[in-house]
């Protein structure tokens, strides 16, 4: 079956030598050599491949076939010799005769055209350019070669040839005489003629050696001339360009010009200057870009395809230079006070930077004054341009400690003056604690800005590595500091800015440090917990960890690996530490701002503030148990500390200012009079309102507002009811409720959304794509494809068998008929002798008879 | 007698005493100062006599020479006529009971090695009593044990003035004795009903004690042959109530009913529930009995009530109890402390198992969603995780429910329908509303809980979402989860740039906080 398939696909070959019957007979094949296999059931889409057969005509073919070669082989099978048929294309099937016989005669041209011997030069084909023989043009052509001059050898050819081979004698004789004839008549031998030859040729040689060397000489020369003179230019050029000018000045400035003309390099198209507004317009649109991209991950979509925004800001903000040269100009203007008695003592020792900028900055402006528009422009080019209207507010605040630091900078000036100006990065803590420690904040500030100055990641390989761990340290840096007694919050304030440096510059280890810190914090939190039942606020570091997190992280973010544990450790702080004194009401307040601070953009919603809120403003009023709200964990209805906030004193009430509340009181120091707590406690209160309004103004679209604000509008009523409270505080008070009021309820009935209708079962037959009937269909596509090889593997190799056989059979019914043959023809010999001996007895018999009868 | 000073010179002078007495009976009065060295004020002293004293009484136990049967009047033997042999077990014997009772009264000794050297000592005597018992069998084969003297020492250990956890803890180690068991269990029950009857007021104390004995009691699950017993016997005879664990049972139930029937401090209360249902409950050999015990205490309000949800549980479920109004109690138990309470997951856990039945009205289930989610505005975020599925899955179990989150065609409204402070959830107009309250939870700050939230916003998912795993979340494993959680490669970071601590001028910390 097998060959019965490869024959019918040679059939389609045009030039097929099958001139078997059967590859003509196709179309109508003869009846009586159509084999059909009559199927027992038909199978609908099932294609009978061998249903008709032509067996005659395809065992026909295939001993045609086999006598072409299995026969020849047999036959040939103990000749040594053989017979290459080197036709050209005598057994290509895709030529026609024609088209042989072309090819031939092409070939047989080539022939006759190569070089009869690979010795003879001269008889290529003349090459020619422009109708013009090559070797003609050659010979113009004026190049000097050592020893074998081509065109030399052209007319010495035939001499030496002849001299050589003595091949062209009658040549020579032809040529000679002329020259010859004038100086002897005798003719020479051949000896001397040999001799005469070589003496010419030496001398003409050496003639030409000698013209060279002389031409050498020359260029030799000019070279040399040409090199003083070119000294001589170069010489003057750049050196002395001014005198030059007066003495000269036309030829050189005009020299100069077409030097420089000719020289320069091609302007390159670039970007124009930009304007102000487009400036503004780029800036505008990068923030858009980026508040775009923090709002797709507030909503918390699909962040796969969303790596641009970092990307993006690597690409502008971690332009390296951009950002350490930003801070040197806003240490700068934290250091102006003290800038021209740094001058006087070390002028020359600052770097390179900051003396620039120290020689504009004194002459025209005086220190009084210099450091409010200095330090405004600077911040302002650093801040951008919609936080300006926040500093004016600021430079105050700044200012007493500028102040301060130039009154008492005389003292440490020799402090000053050691300030080294390289740090090697500080390899532990402990490192950086010693660096920093019993410094100023300004030098702290110097300090920890020329460290990163000193190791920036584009000086030299490990500094990366060295910064990233700064960023941990200086994190713990801030949390002693934060933890000290009276905590230096002025110092983080700095510090902070740096960190943000340093996050910019490396996310990963910063987002890491955090959560080491923020991991370390619930750990002690869950620790207390599970020792004593109950927690206690933790100190300020942990709270200043918390908002430091949100200013280097997204806060807005729907998921973030920094900001999203932040958000569970605050929860735990309002949720799992009750409040037992004062300072625990300003921490917890803060807990709230910060939380608040982080979903001040996403709005989103948190239970334990409402909650903390409540209970704060519960410990505001006397324990008289209300109605429509009830407290949960951390705070009790009745106890030691259910009325921590109450002021009963009225005088302190009268005289009580609204001010903010301090971060550093709550911190550590303890005392404090009366009066100045009860003022606390109505800041507290005041705080606690303002939060409770911003809360309403935060969450008034949410569906069940007023069901999450009922018991803090029960609490307010309260409030108001009572009339202790300071005119400011009431006002709060009323101006809340009224926005609570304010915020209309609408219920609308949930809807689900429609979802897709599932599809009706149906039964329609499950289609599976067939590779190959009757087998199984296998699983994975390796599986069916492996099967398919197998599957292959063993039909061929069947077909392959089959074949052997076939030949088998072939050659034993090749080698029969030989030998039948053989016997015959043994037979008909042995017959024929017979025949002929019995010719012969017949005759002598005959021939007997004759006698006898004679 | 003199003696040198000291434990050590006691130690020899006691040794001494207590061979004269044991050598002859001439010398019996040296127990007079054996007994003498016991009242001693140093602890050392003290415990060499009581050791002596161990050794003495041991000895003469052993050799049968202290008087059995009902002992009469020392006077009386002493002045009467009969033999110096019998006279001489009466003296004894009465030293023996002299020497017991000051014993009990070491009990409550401020030194703790004393203590418990008496204790020892006292359960020492128990054991030799009940093998050479000191009063007559009424029959043959007749159970003896020395109840008077375990009484006192029961007695002893519930003292109604002394914190004796300690000691209570040392004693546990005889309670794995099956006699001692039992006999602990009915001196207990005589001891409770004393002391309470005795005090106008009994002290915390003595209820801390008796609970702390009480609840080391614990019988074995099922019938099995008694027989690791403190006292020794020869052979255990099936007559004895001692080796029946139907009786250790009897006298279980007696001696916490007889306990539980005091009023009890309320931190006792919990106690007691919380051990209710696993190791009180089952021992009982009539549970019915504890009904209005949990019925009392579900109904005093609070964690007291949560925690009579279990015991009652275990009632409702195994032993037919009808409870009426059972879910409209739950319903009130349902406030904002639940998500706080310590005893949350097992609330949850029982939560759901009452209200798995799919035969509960629809009203009622719709209210419990209703309650939970309102709740669920004043809950942290680990309850948050456990509370959304379980609505889901109320939610789920009943379809008809499923109009609180899927209402098409319904009128706005103008207010919640839904009424909170009405206590029968069947008034409460549930069915009416619609969960608002996890929409505005879908605008929840952690990412997680806004998406457990938005569940509700497709179809609900046929498959409940199994809640046994979130019952226990803490927030500390919320906050690892977090931490661990891996997001995208790189960090995004705020675009902002960072002024100081405080941020910037419309943030607001910087309008309520200042840095000084």
């Given amino acids: ?854 | 007698m003199e003696r040198d000073p000291g434990p050590e010179g006691a130690r020899r002078a006691l040794g001494r005493l207590l061979e004269a007495v044991l050598a002859s009976r001439g010398e019996a009065n040296a127990v007079f100062d054996i007994l003498a060295v016991l009242q001693a004020e140093d602890p050392e002293e003290t415990q060499e006599a009581v050791r002596a004293c161990s050794r003495l009484f041991g000895a003469l136990l052993e050799r049968g020479e202290l008087f059995v049967g009902r002992l009469p009047s020392e006077d009386s033997v002493m002045a009467g006529s009969q033999g110096a042999t019998r006279k001489y077990k009466v003296w004894m014997r009465h030293r023996y009971h002299s020497c017991c009772n000051r014993l009990q009264e070491l009990l409550a000794h401020p030194s703790f090695e004393v203590k418990e050297l008496a204790l020892s000592t006292l359960m020492k005597f128990v054991q030799l009593e009940g093998a050479y018992p000191l009063e007559k069998p009424k029959w043959d084969g007749c159970y003896l044990f020395p109840r008077q003297l375990f009484k006192a020492v029961v007695e002893g250990l519930l003292s109604p003035e002394n914190d004796c956890s300690l000691l209570l803890s040392r004693f546990q180690g005889y309670l794995e004795h099956d006699d001692i068991r039992y006999h602990v269990m009915r001196a207990a029950t005589d001891v409770v009903g004393r002391v309470a009857d005795r005090y106008p007021e009994v002290p915390l104390t003595f209820w801390n004690n008796t609970f702390t004995l009480l609840s080391a009691v614990s019988l074995p699950r099922q019938e099995c042959s008694f027989s690791t017993f403190y006292v020794k016997h020869v052979e255990l005879s099936s007559t004895w109530k001692v080796v029946h664990l139907k009786e250790h049972r009897k006298a279980f139930q007696l001696m916490w009913l007889g306990f539980l029937r005091h009023k009890l401090p309320l931190s006792l209360y919990k106690k007691v529930l919380v051990v209710m249902h696993d190791s009180i409950l089952p021992h009982l050999a009539q549970p019915s009995l504890m009904i209005d015990f949990l019925t009392r205490a579900y109904d005093v309000g609070g964690a007291i009530s949560l925690l009579a949800l279990n015991g009652l549980f275990v009632l409702i479920h195994q032993h037919n109890l009808e409870y009426p109004d059972f879910y409209r109690k739950l319903y009130g138990l349902l406030d904002p402390s639940v998500f706080h309470v310590k005893y949350r997951a097992r609330f949850f856990h029982l939560a759901d198992l009452f209200l798995s039945s799919s035969h509960l009205p629809a009203y009622l289930v719709a209210a419990f969603a209703k309650r939970l989610s309102r709740l669920a505005l004043t809950a942290p975020p680990e309850a948050l995780l456990m509370v959304l599925p379980f609505i889901c899955n109320l939610l789920r179990r009943h379809p008809a429910c499923r109009v609180l989150v899927h209402r098409p065609l319904g009128p706005e409204l103008d207010a919640d329908p839904y009424d909170p402070e009405e206590e029968d959830p069947a008034k409460s107009r549930a069915l009416e509303s619609s969960l608002w309250e996890l929409q505005a939870l879908q605008r929840h700050y952690h990412p997680e809980v806004s998406q457990a939230a938005s569940v509700i916003n497709q179809a609900l998912s046929v498959p409940e979402v199994s809640i046994a795993p979130l019952l226990d979340l803490t927030a500390f494993e919320v906050f690892e989860r977090d931490l661990k959680k891996k997001g995208q490669e790189s960090v995004p970071l705020e675009f902002i740039p960072a002024q100081g601590l405080l941020g910037r001028q419309d943030d607001l910390c910087a309008q309520h906080f200042t840095l000084s």
Wanted: proline share 6%; net charge neutral; glycine share 6%.
């Fill in chain 1, 1 to 854: 079956m097998g060959k019965a398939r490869a024959a019918a696909a040679r059939r389609k070959g045009p030039g097929a030598p099958a001139g078997a019957p059967g590859g003509r007979a196709r179309p109508n094949p003869n009846p009586f050599e159509v084999k059909v296999n009559r199927q027992k059931f038909p199978v609908l889409g099932r294609k009978a491949r061998h249903a008709v057969g032509q067996p005659g005509v395809s065992r026909a073919r295939a001993v045609q076939k086999r006598t072409q070669t299995l026969l020849k082989e047999y036959r040939e099978r103990d000749k040594s010799n053989i017979f290459t048929d080197k036709r050209f294309g005598e057994y290509s099937s895709n030529m026609s005769s024609e088209e042989k016989m072309v090819r031939r005669f092409a070939l047989e041209q080539q022939r006759q055209h190569e070089k009869k011997s690979i010795y003879n030069l001269n008889e290529d084909e003349e090459l020619t350019h422009c109708g013009q023989s090559l070797a003609d043009i050659e010979k113009h052509n004026d190049i000097v070669d050592s020893d074998s001059d081509p065109e030399e050898r052209g007319t010495l050819s035939a001499e030496l040839t002849a001299a050589h081979f003595g091949g062209g004698g009658g040549l020579l004789h032809k040529k000679t005489p002329p020259q010859q004839g004038g100086e002897e008549e005798k003719p020479r031998s051949r000896r001397e003629l040999i001799e005469e030859l070589i003496a010419k040729s030496k001398q003409e040689k050496r003639e030409r050696q000698a013209q060279r060397e002389g031409a050498l000489e020359l260029t030799e020369k000019l070279d040399q001339d040409w090199k003083e003179i070119q000294t001589l230019l170069t010489h003057r050029t750049p050196k002395s360009e001014n005198r030059d000018k007066k003495e000269h000045p036309k030829p050189d400035a005009y020299d100069m010009m077409v030097r420089e003309l000719g020289l320069e390099r091609k302007a390159q198209p670039s970007n124009r200057m930009k304007t102000e507004e487009e400036l503004a317009k780029e800036k505008q649109d990068r923030l858009q870009k980026l508040e775009a991209a923090r709002l797709r991950r507030m909503r918390g979509e699909d962040e796969a395809g969303d790596a641009r925004k970092p990307k993006h800001l690597s690409a502008d903000d971690l332009n390296d230079s951009f950002v350490l040269d930003k801070d040197n100009r806003r240490l700068l203007s934290y250091t102006d006070g003290k800038m021209s008695i740094k001058e006087e003592q070390s002028g020359e020792a600052s770097d390179g930077e900051s003396e620039e900028e120290q020689g504009e900055d004194p002459s025209d402006e005086d220190p009084g004054d210099s450091s409010d528009p200095e330090g405004h422009s600077d911040l302002e080019s650093d801040a951008g341009s919609e936080e300006d209207r926040g500093w004016p507010d600021r430079e105050p605040r700044q200012a007493p400690g500028k102040r301060m630091t130039s009154d008492g900078h005389k003292a440490r000036e020799p402090a000053k003056t050691e300030l080294p100006y390289t740090f090697a990065a500080p390899e532990s803590y402990e490192e950086l604690k010693s660096l920093l420690s019993g410094k100023t904040m300004e030098e702290q500030l110097v300090v920890v800005e020329r460290i990163q100055t000193c190791n920036h990641p584009s000086l030299a390989m490990g500094n990366k590595a060295k910064l990233e761990k700064l960023f941990g340290f200086l994190l713990e840096y801030v949390g002693d500091l934060a933890t000290d007694d009276p905590p230096e919050l002025r110092v983080i304030d700095k510090l902070v800015v740096q960190l943000y440096n340093l996050c910019q510059m490396f996310p990963d280890s910063a987002s890491s440090s955090i959560k080491f810190v923020l991991r370390d914090a619930m750990h002690e939190l869950e620790g207390a917990i599970e020792a004593g039942g109950r927690a206690v606020f933790p100190g300020l570091d942990v709270l200043v960890y918390l908002k430091i997190a949100g200013m280097l992280f997204p806060a807005s973010d729907f998921r973030h690996p920094v900001v999203t544990p932040a958000l569970v450790c605050m929860s735990q702080l309002l949720t799992k530490c009750p409040v037992l004194s004062l300072q625990d009401v300003v921490k917890g307040l803060f807990v709230c701002c910060v939380f608040l601070d982080y979903v001040s953009l996403s709005r989103r919603f948190i239970p334990e503030l409402i909650n903390f809120l409540l209970g704060i403003l519960y410990v505001a009023t006397p324990n008289k148990h209300g109605h429509g709200y009830t407290l949960v964990h951390p705070f009790r209805a009745s106890g030691k500390n259910s009325e921590l906030l109450l002021v009963s004193d009225q005088e302190d009430t009268a005289t009580w200012q609204r001010r903010g509340l301090s971060l550093g009181w709550a911190g550590g120091r303890k005392a404090q009079t009366k009066t100045e707590a009860n003022h606390t406690r109505l800041s507290c209160l005041a705080v606690c309102l303002a939060l409770v309004k911003r809360c309403v103004l935060l969450y008034g679209p949410l569906p069940s507002f007023h069901t999450i604000m009922r018991p803090l509008r029960a609490l307010l009523t309260e409030h108001l009811a009572d009339c202790g409270h300071p005119p400011e505080l009431q006002e709060l008070c009323q101006s809340a409720l009224a926005d609570m009021e304010k915020q209309e309820q609408c219920c609308r009935p949930l809807v689900c959304e429609k979802s897709k209708p599932l599809p009706l079962k149906l039964f329609t037959p499950r289609l599976v794509r067939v590779l190959e009937f009757g087998k199984k269909q296998g699983s994975s596509k390796e599986e069916q494809e492996r099967k398919r090889l197998i599957h292959k593997h063993k039909r061929e190799f069947k077909g392959a068998v089959r074949e052997i056989r076939r030949d088998n059979q072939f050659l034993a019914r090749m080698q029969l008929s030989e030998t039948l043959e053989r016997d015959a023809e043994r037979k008909r010999k042995v017959k024929q002798l017979f025949n002929s001996l019995a010719t012969q007895e017949g005759e002598w018999k005959a021939l007997k008879r004759k006698k006898f009868k004679k």
